[in-house]
């Protein structure tokens, strides 16, 4: 099969599309035949060995921690799904090989794709969506009419983190570049804040959250927005 290989930590030049052999599912594991994989920022620190301390040192390795296609063979313990299913994988972050023809993932990791998305939407969800929804609900503890600002709201993790705020019943700001209003009206944003014009964390509002998606605004410079009791959530260590 195709796939998405690189042979050592390094910069673009590392990458090649290359053939290797198909992976034979474990007992635990279905085999899926990707239709979309999705690409996130992490794949580029993990390319760049940004994250060695979970990927390791053994080569070659196959991109990609998320995709979405169509399960050709099942390990002999997976009682879930069964041949022909349509699926989300999430092999993560450790495991990889998502940027291939197929893919072999736990059964515990494998997810049925909702019938009204398509594969390229689906196969966006594990990283990104997962992410948006654990820190708006486990970290921020998010209710309905808490006021919860989204400063990268225009990106991956945001554009999931506006929606699922709208869906618990949020007041949402949404922080992004003049030209991702729009997209942000459409995804249900009630105000919108080009960080290009206007400083959110000089603003006389007060956020029941504040969830940083791309970890641009420290907890310090953020907290004079918190309401008391307020929290802080982003989505890298400083
Ligand atoms: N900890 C985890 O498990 C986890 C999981 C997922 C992602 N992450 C990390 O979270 C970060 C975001 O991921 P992503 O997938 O959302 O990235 P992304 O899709 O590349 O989105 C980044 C967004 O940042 C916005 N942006 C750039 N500069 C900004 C600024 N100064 N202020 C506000 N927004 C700004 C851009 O929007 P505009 O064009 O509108 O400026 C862009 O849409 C990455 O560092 C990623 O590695 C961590």
Request: proline share 4%; hydrophobic share 40%.
């Amino acid at each position: 099969m195709k796939a998405v290989v690189f042979n050592k930590y390094g910069g673009n030049e590392v990458i090649e599309v290359r053939q290797m052999p198909r992976p034979v599912p474990g007992v635990d594991e279905v085999l899926i035949k990707v239709h979309a994989a999705s690409v996130n920022p992490v794949d580029w620190k993990i390319r760049q060995g940004e994250a060695r301390i979970l990927t390791g040192s053994g080569f070659p390795k196959i991109l990609g921690s998320e995709c979405s296609g169509q399960i050709v063979e099942t390990g002999t313990g997976v009682k879930g799904f069964m041949e022909g299913d349509r699926v989300i994988g999430f092999p993560g972050i450790r495991r990889l090989s998502a940027f291939a023809e197929y893919v072999s993932v736990k059964e515990n990791n494998t997810f049925a794709k909702p019938e009204n998305i398509s594969f390229g939407e689906a196969s966006t969800i594990p990283v990104a969506g997962l992410t948006a929804l654990q820190s708006l609900q486990k970290l921020g503890h998010i209710s309905r009419n808490c006021k919860v600002l989204v400063n990268g709201a225009s990106g991956g993790v945001g554009t999931f983190a506006v929606q699922i705020a709208k869906i618990f019943g949020a007041q949402v700001t949404a922080v992004s570049s003049g030209p991702n209003a729009l997209l942000l009206r459409e995804l249900g944003a009630d105000e919108i804040i080009d960080y290009t014009r206007e400083d959110f964390t000089k603003s006389e509002e007060r956020y029941d959250i504040v969830f940083d998606t791309v970890s641009k605004r420290s907890f310090s410079e953020c907290k004079g927005v918190l309401a008391s009791h307020g929290v802080y959530v982003n989505t890298l260590p400083h």
